[in-house]
């Protein structure tokens, strides 16, 4: 179970819109896995991959050693 946060924003910013800036920003920065960040925007997996693409935003998320890794186990087929 998560911890609830509250925030104060101007009134023209919806709930819907902050949930997915954030969601998108902490799967972006490595901290939420992608269904995680999706749960935290209340979307299905797939839309919040349509919105990382939208922003720009790779939805493979691997750093430079896990990405030698996924890069080596590729090499052995």
């Known amino acids: 179970m998560g ?3 509250q925030i104060e924003v101007p009134e023209e ?3 819907r819109d902050i949930k997915i800036a954030l969601a ?3 799967y972006k920065d490595g901290k939420l896995t992608l ?3 999706s749960d935290l925007a209340d979307l299905c997996i797939e839309d919040f991959m349509k919105v990382l693409s ?3 935003v790779s939805i493979i998320n691997l750093d430079k050693e896990e990405l030698k890794k ?5 090499d052995s087929f």
């Open 70 to 74: 996924e890069l080596k186990n590729a």
């Open 24 to 26: 998108v920003q902490l």
């Open 35 to 37: 269904k995680q960040a």
């Open 3 to 5: 911890r609830v946060i």
């Open 13 to 15: 910013i919806s709930e």
């Open 54 to 56: 939208e922003k720009k």
